[in-house]
């Protein structure tokens, strides 16, 4: 069941999605056990950002019928206190570490890469491109051109693998995943959230007279207006952009997208992928990684 990615060997092809584990957290709960049976065979941080940031004011959460829209605002303590604090412990994890990173300029990303490239506990860096352009306001990772440019600004920065996180919230994916890859990135995790929002409750028609009540403007309900949408919701989207994305580009590509089980993991592996990514499964069942890994292992057997 081993797996080769970028020069890493893995017990199996299941991973975490960036930012729906806390291993930290969960390692202060469960303690050893934590590492006896960890769910994932890479684990990937949360995205770091060269500042501290508080993240987005509530509610972050909004479950769909099938999905969950996150507004959580990328809340991290920073690069220097990531380091300080949180690598000593993530590196005791049992899996390699692949640490997110996002920035909103070359000069932010030049010194996460060099402090990724530094520490050794890091084995692979993963770039989330899904950030606002600073002059544009045009997300860094829907435009092919800016993408190109990011990717190959900071290639040299690193020998580490690096694997750029694409944002579905393109017009051509498959442009973007081309871009990246002609940057020089060695892998490509997707797929990222699919913009949405919700509605703050307001009246509705009345019941009983069929009256409109007097309506206030329809008004975001999420605390950063807008958010992410994961989960089963979004799987259809996630298999017709990996598949469009494999079919374009010859570096490994890691696959996400409303993972629930087997069945799904194997979908996503059929399509080209060579790792799969769990994420908002995960809250629901937090050993739904170690379920889907079991179940492959399961089949791999069976077929031999
Ligand atoms: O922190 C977030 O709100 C967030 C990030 Br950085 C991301 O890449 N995807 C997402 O759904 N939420």
């Not at 769910?39 to 987005?56: C, D, Q």
């Not at 008004?219 to 017709?240: C, D, F, K, Q």
């Amino acid at each position: 069941m081993t797996v080769e990615f970028c020069g890493l060997t893995l017990a199996h092809p299941i991973i975490n999605g960036s930012g729906t584990f806390d291993a930290i957290a969960a390692q202060r709960v469960f303690g050893a056990q934590l590492h006896e049976r960890f769910p994932f065979a890479a684990y990937v941080s949360k995205t770091i950002t060269l500042a501290p940031r508080a993240g987005n004011p509530p509610p972050r959460l909004w479950e769909t019928p099938a999905g969950l829209i996150n507004s959580i605002g990328l809340p991290n303590k920073g690069l220097e206190r990531y380091l300080a604090e949180d690598l000593p412990l993530l590196a005791e994890l049992p899996v390699p570490l692949i640490t997110n990173v996002m920035g909103a300029t070359a000069e932010e990303l030049a010194i996460l890469l060099d402090a990724c490239d530094a520490h050794a506990e890091i084995a692979a860096i993963e770039l989330n491109v899904s950030c606002p352009n600073v002059d544009t306001g045009l997300d860094i990772g829907a435009d092919p051109v800016q993408l190109e440019q990011v990717v190959r600004s900071v290639r040299p920065r690193t020998a580490k693998p690096l694997i750029v996180k694409l944002t579905p919230n393109t017009a051509d994916v498959s442009a973007c995943a081309l871009a990246a890859e002609r940057g020089g990135a060695d892998a490509l995790s997707l797929i990222n959230t699919l913009r949405a929002t919700a509605l703050a409750p307001r009246p509705r028609r009345s019941p009983v007279s069929g009256d409109r009540a007097p309506r206030d403007a329809a008004v975001a309900w999420l605390g950063g207006g807008t958010g992410g949408l994961s989960g089963p919701a979004i799987r259809a989207v996630a298999l017709a952009q990996v598949a469009a994305v494999t079919a374009r580009v010859t570096i490994p590509v890691i696959g996400m997208g409303g993972v629930q089980n087997v069945a799904h993991a194997q979908d996503l592996l059929d399509l080209g992928a060579t790792l799969v990514a769990v994420g908002t499964e995960s809250f629901r069942d937090p050993a739904a990684a170690t379920r889907i890994a079991e179940g492959l292992h399961e089949m791999a057997t069976r077929g031999g």
